[in-house]
């Protein structure tokens, strides 16, 4: 079985701060992690995934995320956040011996609230 | 085009109307998907069709019909539906599942269809 947790219902930054976003996975064998973002009333937008190699993954917007596999997270980071990432934002998970057949495991969603 | 459209944008029906959602995408994606999104919850899979054959049913009730007349079209069609069905309902697709690192692939979503159930 394969899941993710993200324990933060909501985070709350002043813009120019940096900012994470924590998630933690559980898989039987090795994961594929992915961040989504979702802006009110609008479908999910991909930000980054992870496959494999390096452990610091960058992706859209200004976005990165660090593989930890002994900690088992993948928490987002911004090293300065803007008024316009106030969003909801999804951390998913699948087992890498999954060939895409069973859908993504998504986390619960993080508000991300930055204040001006 | 790296677009999935979702028509209509917004639905109000009653619980005896029949009613269609309708999702189209031209990225050559062989993999297709409906979520249903509750507020401030993650989506939850409802069905996966791959190479227009459905592939996936996550026990969905059977007022919710899915239907892909081919590679590009996926719709969802609603009938007596109940006002616990009101959600924002998603449609996805990738590249393809089942081969292969596909699970690597990264899912495209649509902008949703908000669907009101008086």
């Known amino acids: 079985a394969q899941s993710v947790a993200q324990p933060e219902d909501q985070v709350n930054v002043a813009e120019g701060n940096p900012l994470t976003v924590k998630c933690t996975y559980s898989?039987?064998?090795?994961?594929?992690l992915f961040w989504y973002v979702q802006y009110p009333n609008r479908g999910l937008q991909f930000l980054l995934k992870y496959i494999t190699g390096d452990n610091l993954v960058k992706g859209s917007y200004g976005f990165e995320a660090e593989f930890n596999k002994s900690q088992t997270s993948f928490h987002l980071k911004k090293p300065s956040a803007l008024v316009s990432d106030s969003a909801l934002y999804f951390c998913a998970v699948r087992d890498v011996a999954d060939t895409g057949r069973r859908a993504l495991t998504f986390g619960s969603g993080t508000r991300l609230q930055v204040q001006p | 085009d790296t677009e999935v459209t979702q028509t209509p944008k917004h639905l109000v029906m009653g619980m005896t109307n029949k009613k269609s959602l309708k999702c189209e995408q031209h990225m050559g994606h062989r993999a297709m998907y409906w979520y249903k999104q509750k507020a401030k919850k993650p989506p939850e899979l409802m069905f996966v069709?791959?190479?227009?054959?459905?592939?996936i049913n996550e026990s969905v009730p059977s007022r919710f019909s899915p239907e892909c007349p081919n590679s590009s079209l996926l719709n969802l069609h609603l009938h007596a539906l109940q006002p616990e069905d009101s959600a924002l309902y998603l449609c996805?697709?990738?590249?393809?599942?089942?081969?292969?690192?596909?699970?690597?692939?990264?899912?495209?979503f649509g902008a949703g269809s908000r669907l009101t159930v008086l």
């Open positions: 996805a697709s990738s590249p393809g599942v089942g081969t292969g690192n596909s699970g690597a692939n990264v899912l495209t």
């Open positions: 898989v039987s064998g090795n994961p594929y």
């Open positions: 069709y791959s190479y227009e054959k459905l592939s």
